[in-house]
C-alpha cells in the first residue's frame, strides 16, 4: 500500500508521553482519510521507552519501530526517519507533545497547495522560561543574519517535507547535522504556518543548555564561514593597533614621557595578543575537528531493530 504520510517522532525516554502521542497521532492521521505510518525512532532510551514502542507497534500495524542500538543524538534519529519513511510526505514532530500533532493537518494543506517545505513558525510558546525565550529569539536572528541560508525565524524540525525533499536531504551525510538548516539550503517551494507551541507535558527537556549551545555551534560552522572571517579580522585589528602604536609610543619617549615605561604595557599587550591567538586558534580547531569526523566515514547512527518493509 502506498503511504501518504510519514509522521517521525524521535524517542528518547519518553515513557510518559507515548502513548498520547500515539493516540492524538492517530486521531489526527485517521480524520485525514489517507494511508499513513509512525515512524517512532528509539534513540538509546533507558526508561521503558523502548518496551513500550514495541508493544504500540504490535498492536498497530501503523507504527514502525526503529531502534537505535545506543544514544546517538536527536539529529541522526531525525535522519533515521528520513532514511526509513515510505510517505509521500514526511513529517517531523517531537515526541513531548510540544508541538501538537493537530497542527500537521494545518502543514498538510499547504502541502497539497504545491509548497513542498512546509515548517511551523512558533508564534507563542508556553511553559518555556524567559531565559529559554530570549536565548532562542536571540539564536534565530543570529542564525538568520550570519549564515548563507536564510533559515526562518523562530521554528525547529517540525515541519511537513514533500518526497523528492526527503531523498535529497538522505544524500547530504554530514555528522554535525542542522535539519532544519538542511531543509533551508535544499530550496524548493518553502512557506511557514503559525502555530501555539504547548508546554511539555510530562517527563523533562531533553535540550539544556550545553546541548543548545552545541546545537548553535552546528548551525554556525555548518552553515557560515563567519567565525573564521571574526579570527581574521582579529588578526588585522591586532596588526593595525601595533603599528598605529609604534611613531604615538616613539614619540611619547621623544616628549620625555613615562606613561610607556615598566612591565604593564608589555604584559597587557602580551596577554591580548595571545587571547586573540588562542581564540582564533579555537575557532580553527572547531572547525578542523569537524573535518576529522567527516574523514572517519563511520555510521551517522548504528540500527538494532527495524521493520522490514512490506
Do not use: C
Not at 544514544?71 to 510540544?98: C, K, M
Not at 563567519?226 to 616628549?255: D, M, N
Amino acid at each position: 500500500m502506498k503511504i501518504t504520510y510519514s509522521i517521525v517522532a524521535p524517542i528518547y525516554n519518553e515513557i510518559e508521553n507515548l502513548p498520547e502521542l500515539y493516540r492524538r497521532v492517530r486521531d489526527v492521521m485517521d480524520s485525514s482519510g489517507q494511508p499513513w505510518e509512525l515512524i517512532l525512532v528509539d534513540d538509546g532510551s533507558t526508561d521503558g521507552s523502548t518496551e513500550k514502542i514495541r508493544e504500540l507497534a504490535k498492536a498497530d500495524k501503523h507504527v514502525r519501530p526503529i531502534i537505535f542500538a545506543r544514544n546517538f543524538g536527536h539529529q541522526p534519529a531525525v535522519t533515521a526517519g528520513w532514511d526509513y519513511a515510505r510517505g509521500e510526505a514526511v513529517v517531523i514532530i517531537d515526541a513531548d507533545l510540544q508541538d501538537p500533532p493537530e497542527v500537521i493537518l494545518d502543514l498538510a494543506k499547504k502541502w497539497q497547495e504545491g509548497y513542498e517545505v512546509v515548517y511551523a513558525i512558533r508564534a507563542e510558546r508556553e511553559g518555556e522560561t524567559w531565559f529559554k525565550k530570549a536565548t532562542a529569539a536571540m539564536f534565530y536572528r543570529i542564525i538568520y543574519r550570519i549564515t548563507d541560508v536564510k533559515i526562518p525565524v523562530d521554528t525547529g524540525d517540525f515541519r511537513l517535507m514533500d518526497r523528492k525533499v526527503v531523498d535529497v536531504l538522505k544524500q547530504m551525510r554530514e555528522r554535525h547535522r542542522f535539519p532544519r538548516g538542511m531543509s533551508a539550503w535544499v530550496g524548493f517551494r518553502q512557506i511557514g504556518v503559525e502555530y501555539k507551541r504547548a508546554a511539555r507535558t510530562a517527563g523533562v527537556t531533553k535540550y539544556p543548555f550545553r546541548k543548545m549551545l552545541k546545537l548553535a555551534i552546528n548551525a554556525i560552522t555548518g552553515f557560515s564561514y563567519l567565525p573564521l572571517q571574526v579570527a581574521t579580522f582579529f588578526g588585522f585589528f591586532s596588526a593595525g593597533l601595533s603599528i598605529l602604536a609604534i611613531p604615538v609610543v616613539a614619540i611619547l619617549r621623544l616628549a620625555g614621557s613615562h606613561f610607556f615605561e615598566g612591565q604593564t604595557t608589555t604584559l597587557i599587550s602580551v596577554l591580548f595578543l595571545g587571547g586573540v591567538q588562542l581564540i582564533s586558534l579555537g575557532i580553527l580547531g572547531e572547525y578542523v575537528g569537524r573535518l576529522y569526523d567527516e574523514a572517519k566515514g563511520r555510521p551517522l547512527y548504528i540500527v538494532r531493530e527495524a521493520p522490514k518493509d512490506d
